[in-house]
T-cell receptor, first 117, second 116 residues
Framework: EAGVAQSPRYKIIEKRQSVAFWCNPI?????LYWYQQILGQGPKLLIQ????????DSQLPKDRFSAERLKGVDSTLKIQPAKLEDSAVYLC???????????????FGPGTRLTVT | AQKVTQAQTEISVVEKEDVTLDCVYE???????LFWYKQPPSGELVFLIR??????QNEISGRYSWNFQKSTSSFNFTITASQVVDSAVYFC?????????????FGKGTHLIIQP
């Protein structure tokens, strides 16, 4: 079974530029998550989708970050404009969890390492 | 608010020693899930275990074992007879249960170094 796919694996941009990350979850997984992992810290949830609806985006800096999952499968996370403090690894995860069901384990992709200069 | 504390930033042991990684959590929820993930140098988070708040039985999987104690809000992880391949950063995480958001709250991780 294929795991969570993410691209690109690495990205270097200058501050104030924009960048987009793509994620394809494990087939059949209804729930998709984006996490930000700053060096030396644990991942922090940015946004959770269930199918194509947003469940939790309380920690997403909405002035510069946006995310979508239009058809309930792939997802894109965008940063515009980027700041130096956005340098981090952006992790996508997916789980089987459907509406109203118990929590399942989350499976993570390899991440996208973003460097903002 | 939920919080996970992994007080050990780094642990270094010699191969074949046993090692325990500590995890203490805070939550107001009565139903919740606890997780451990491994992050090897390659960077990908690898799922190790999920335990729900109603199941306090200890679990053993090969050289790995987990001790969940609700009374002390702890979910500790022990590796028996450690091996060099166990070297990684280990994260403890806490998630909600039931309907709604179940994004994980992670601790800062414990960097485990197994020396040959």
């Amino acid at each position: 079974e294929a795991g969570v796919a993410q691209s690109p694996r690495y990205k270097i941009i200058e501050k104030r530029q924009s960048v987009a990350f793509w994620c394809n979850p494990i087939s059949g997984h209804a729930t998709l998550y984006w996490y930000q992992q700053i060096l030396g810290q644990g991942p922090k949830l940015l946004i959770q989708f269930q199918n194509n609806g947003v469940v939790d985006d309380s920690q997403l800096p909405k002035d510069r970050f946006s995310a979508e999952r239009l058809k309930g499968v792939d997802s894109t996370l965008k940063i515009q404009p980027a700041k130096l403090e956005d340098s981090a690894v952006y992790l996508c995860a997916s789980s089987l969890r459907g509406a109203g069901t118990r929590s399942y384990e989350q499976y993570f992709g390899p991440g996208t390492r973003l460097t903002v200069t | 608010a939920q919080k996970v504390t992994q007080a050990q930033t780094e642990i270094s042991v010699v191969e074949k020693e046993d090692v325990t990684l500590d995890c203490v959590y805070e939550t107001r929820d009565t139903t919740y899930y606890l997780f451990w993930y491994k992050q090897p140098p390659s960077g990908e988070l690898v799922f190790l275990i999920r335990r729900n708040s109603f199941d306090e039985q200890n679990e053993i999987s090969g050289r790995y074992s987990w001790n969940f104690q609700k009374s002390t809000s702890s979910f500790n992880f022990t590796i028996t007879a450690s091996q060099v391949v166990d070297s990684a950063v280990y994260f403890c995480a806490l998630g909600n249960s039931g309907g709604g958001a179940d994004g994980l709250t992670f601790g800062k991780g414990t960097h485990l170094i197994i020396q040959p």
